[in-house]
């Protein structure tokens, strides 16, 4: 598993806190800093290419703004990957795109993304309503996001996902209804999106958002609000056929996302560029080249080999670690010159119980849940029964236990009173 972060954006909006440079359009010095970024995050995948294991083989490029950048960026970091046997083809290769970025290269970008092996597309649309959009600071309107898509389409995208937002406190439900009715009829050919992603919007510190919030200029939305736009938006996509397999996405069956769902089922993966974090196994914390030499985990399933996986940590040398590039475009870049990725990272090595804690909490954000054994283990069991038995917790058939549909919303909640 790869994920690569691209520290670029034309602009920011007003509740992200992604880490991004803003990259002015067509000049002179944007050239120079792509090309820069592209010699120095494919001289990281190099020295790195040791820590990567091709148990769940996806790559997924976010950010930030990847379609900002040139077709040329993806090619070089793709050949360097193929010289280390991790070129792909991938089960499924991501790029994350702007409506705006589409709309304005065309379909010979896009077609471009598909030559270099990219067989899905996410596509951040947030809203259908103008006036939200503006709010945002995004750069597109509802009929440009409309446009993109069917560009997208015409190109020959099979899958692509779209992102919305919910929960601000000047959306009405109305308003909510009726982006879910674009959303649901954005296709020009009739067709449903692959894959849809909502979240509930969240006052995130360092946020253009989080300076309105101190300086009294706008309210966060009621949780009564939130809680009835996330109803509907479960009931709109239950109804369109769409399978919910994690709290906040939706996909057609046979769509779900695959590099995703390895997060939540604690997989290690490798993440490459300015901002970028990792979870390895120790025997992947990154050496000199001439020094590397690691053994990779064993291969695993999703749910069963978690427990596997978990047990066998206590072995001093599978001890996993938590791995992250800094926030720094200028110290990457330098890191780069002198092929000194250590100097910009940082790392944490995680304790049993914070496995344990992290397996509970993102299971349970998932339709499968985390088995009942591996809970009965390791949380408060009292409380485990109390939460069955008044429906905050079922059993399913397989022996996992999980939150339903209903209870997703307070699902926060749910995992603290057991943990």
């Not at 010699?39 to 020295?47: D, N, P, S």
């Not at 270099?116 to 947030?126: A, E, K, Y």
């Not at 706008?218 to 109803?231: F, G, I, K, N, T």
């Not at 209870?407 to 057991?418: A, L, P, Q, T, V």
């Given at each position: 598993?790869?994920?690569?972060?691209?520290?670029?954006?034309?602009?920011?909006?007003?509740?992200?806190?992604?880490?991004?440079?803003?990259?002015?359009?067509?000049?002179?010095?944007?050239?120079?800093?792509?090309?820069?970024?592209?010699?120095?995050?494919?001289?990281?995948?190099?020295?790195?290419?040791?820590?990567?294991?091709?148990?769940?083989?996806?790559?997924?490029?976010?950010g930030g703004t990847p379609s900002v950048l040139p077709l040329c960026v993806f090619s070089d970091l793709l050949?360097?990957?193929?010289?280390?046997?991790?070129?792909?083809?991938?089960?499924?290769?991501?790029?994350?795109?702007?409506?705006?970025?589409?709309?304005?290269?065309?379909?010979?970008?896009?077609?471009?993304?598909?030559?270099?092996?990219?067989?899905?597309?996410?596509?951040?649309?947030?809203?259908?309503?103008?006036?939200?959009?503006?709010?945002?600071?995004?750069?597109?309107?509802?009929?440009?996001?409309?446009?993109?898509?069917?560009?997208?389409?015409?190109?020959?995208?099979?899958?692509?996902?779209?992102?919305?937002?919910?929960?601000?406190?000047?959306?009405?439900?109305?308003?909510?209804?009726?982006?879910?009715?674009?959303?649901?009829?954005?296709?020009?050919?009739?067709?449903?999106p692959q894959h849809i992603s909502a979240y509930q919007l969240s006052v995130e510190p360092g946020s253009a958002?989080?300076?309105?919030?101190?300086?009294?200029?706008?309210?966060?939305?009621?949780?009564?609000?939130?809680?009835?736009?996330?109803?509907?938006?479960?009931?709109?996509?239950?109804?369109?056929?769409?399978?919910?397999?994690?709290?906040?996405?939706?996909?057609?069956?046979?769509?779900?996302?695959?590099?995703?769902?390895?997060?939540?089922?604690?997989?290690?993966?490798?993440?490459?560029?300015?901002?970028?974090?990792?979870?390895?196994?120790?025997?992947?914390?990154?050496?000199?080249?001439?020094?590397?030499?690691?053994?990779?985990?064993?291969?695993?399933?999703?749910?069963?080999?978690?427990?596997?996986?978990?047990?066998?940590?206590?072995?001093?040398?599978?001890?996993?670690?938590?791995?992250?590039?800094?926030?720094?475009?200028?110290?990457?870049?330098?890191?780069?010159?002198?092929?000194?990725?250590?100097?910009?990272?940082?790392?944490?090595?995680?304790?049993?119980?914070?496995?344990?804690?992290?397996?509970?909490?993102?299971?349970?954000?998932?339709?499968n849940g985390v088995s009942e054994e591996f809970l009965r283990a390791n949380c408060d069991v009292e409380q485990?029964?109390?939460?069955?038995?008044?429906?905050?917790?079922?059993?399913?058939?397989?022996?996992?236990?999980?939150?339903?549909?209903?209870?997703?919303?307070?699902?926060?909640?749910?995992?603290?009173?057991?943990?």
């Open positions: 598993m790869i994920y690569v972060h691209i520290p670029f954006c034309r602009s920011f909006c007003t509740y992200c806190d992604f880490y991004s440079e803003v990259a002015s359009r067509c000049s002179a010095d944007e050239q120079q800093k792509f090309g820069l970024f592209a010699q120095t995050l494919c001289r990281e995948a190099a020295l790195r290419s040791g820590e990567i294991t091709d148990d769940v083989n996806t790559l997924y490029i976010g050949k360097v990957l193929q010289e280390h046997g991790h070129g792909g083809p991938f089960r499924e290769f991501t790029v994350e795109v702007n409506p705006e970025d589409i709309v304005q290269k065309g379909e010979e970008y896009v077609k471009g993304l598909l030559a270099l092996g990219v067989n899905r597309i996410s596509m951040g649309v947030q809203s259908f309503d103008d006036g939200i959009l503006r709010w945002m600071n995004r750069r597109h309107d509802s009929a440009t996001a409309r446009e993109a898509y069917r560009i997208l389409e015409n190109a020959g995208v099979k899958n692509i996902s779209i992102d919305l937002i919910f929960g601000l406190s000047q959306l009405t439900d109305d308003q909510w209804n009726e982006t879910l009715d674009k959303a649901l009829a954005i296709s020009s050919c009739g067709s449903l958002l989080a300076q309105l919030v101190e300086r009294g200029q706008w309210s966060e939305a009621s949780e009564d609000l939130c809680s009835r736009q996330y109803d509907i938006l479960c009931r709109r996509l239950r109804d369109a056929g769409y399978h919910h397999y994690e709290i906040s996405n939706f996909a057609q069956p046979g769509y779900e996302a695959v590099h995703n769902s390895a997060y939540w089922s604690h997989q290690p993966y490798v993440g490459l560029g300015p901002g970028a974090h990792s979870f390895l196994s120790r025997q992947c914390v990154p050496m000199a080249p001439s020094q590397q030499s690691w053994a990779p985990p064993p291969t695993r399933g999703c749910e069963n080999a978690i427990s596997t996986h978990l047990a066998s940590i206590s072995e001093k040398d599978k001890k996993p670690i938590r791995q992250w590039n800094e926030s720094d475009l200028g110290m990457y870049l330098k890191a780069g010159q002198s092929g000194d990725f250590t100097a910009v990272q940082g790392s944490e090595e995680l304790t049993q119980e914070q496995l344990v804690m992290e397996k509970v909490m993102l299971g349970l954000r998932t339709e485990m029964d109390e939460a069955l038995r008044c429906g905050n917790l079922v059993v399913s058939a397989d022996g996992n236990i999980s939150i339903p549909e209903d209870r997703f919303f307070i699902s926060d909640s749910i995992i603290s009173s057991i943990i």
